[in-house]
Nanobody, 124 residues
Framework: QVQLVESGGGLVQAGGSLRLSCAVS????????VGWFRQAPGKEREFVAT????????YFADSTKGRFTISRDDAKNTVDLQMNSLKPEDTGVYFC?????????????????WGQGTQVTVSS
């Protein structure tokens, strides 16, 4: 089991950028796969991006491909989500989640540990 804390959310205009960070702590935290998900008001949680334990596999939702990148810094035990060319439809609470098997997973149901989330608001 690991603990995850998201940071970096805020208010930004459409076309702008934000960088979210997920701090992962706990035993063997550098061996976990990490995913980012988001939830807009009145909508279900949706997949955004994910990275495996070694950083060699990454996947993105079609809606974020080409605009978002995901990376990990094992020295800092963080996984960052760089979001560029933001759109109002990117608004929501962004969560990071960890997979103990180290995989890059797109389905939220496979993640065992979750952070509390950070709010991202993109104004038009």
């Amino acid at each position: 089991q690991v603990q995850l804390v998201e940071s970096g959310g805020g208010l930004v205009q459409a076309g702008g950028s934000l960088r979210l960070s997920c701090a992962v702590s706990g035993r063997r935290s550098s061996l976990y796969g990490v995913g980012w998900f988001r939830q807009a008001p009145g909508k279900e949680r949706e997949f955004v991006a994910t990275i495996n334990w070694s950083g060699t596999n990454t996947y993105f939702a079609d809606s974020t491909k080409g605009r978002f990148t995901i990376s990990r810094d094992d020295a800092k035990n963080t996984v960052d989500l760089q979001m560029n060319s933001l759109k109002p439809e990117d608004t929501g609470v962004y969560f990071c989640a960890a997979d103990a098997n180290g995989l890059a997973l797109v389905d939220a149901k496979w993640y065992g540990d979750w952070g509390q989330g950070t709010q991202v608001t993109v104004s038009s």
